[in-house]
């Protein structure tokens, strides 16, 4: 696995959503579906503004962080933005910001590359 910031105390929704994300991909489907999408807590928010635009995502997380449905969230943005290049990742999604997910689609195995200025700040 490659290194990056995720904490050994990463939560065990983000782990789940790693793990739904990675045998979603193993079972031969690049997604996990959208039925969940009608139980997040962002449904009806204007999700351009709250969740894509930084640096104040804080509504966004907080946001995020009472949703019902952020593993499968989460997970899917690790499935839909495996392929997507590092620099036109953007907003908060499943409660983890564009530079968060890119790390731990790299953990999940959902993304095989690490980009190269990604390389060079982890030494
Ligand atoms: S985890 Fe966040 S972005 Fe995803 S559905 Fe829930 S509130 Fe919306």
Do not use: N
Request: neutral net charge; contains cysteine.
């Amino acid at each position: 696995m490659a290194g990056g910031p995720v904490a050994p105390e990463m939560t065990m929704s983000i782990r789940l959503a790693m793990r739904l994300a990675a045998d979603t991909l193993a079972r031969g489907s690049a997604s996990i579906g959208d039925d969940w999408v009608v139980g997040g807590a962002c449904l009806g928010m204007d999700t351009d503004r709250v969740f894509y635009t930084p640096p104040k995502y804080t509504r966004a997380y907080d946001t995020c962080a009472r949703c019902s449905v952020a593993v499968e969230c989460l997970a899917e943005a690790l499935l839909e933005e495996r392929k997507v290049p590092q620099q036109l990742l953007c907003g908060v999604r499943g409660g983890q910001a564009p530079r968060e997910r890119l790390w731990l689609a790299i953990e999940s195995g959902v993304r095989k590359s690490v980009p190269a200025t990604m390389e060079a700040k982890a030494g």
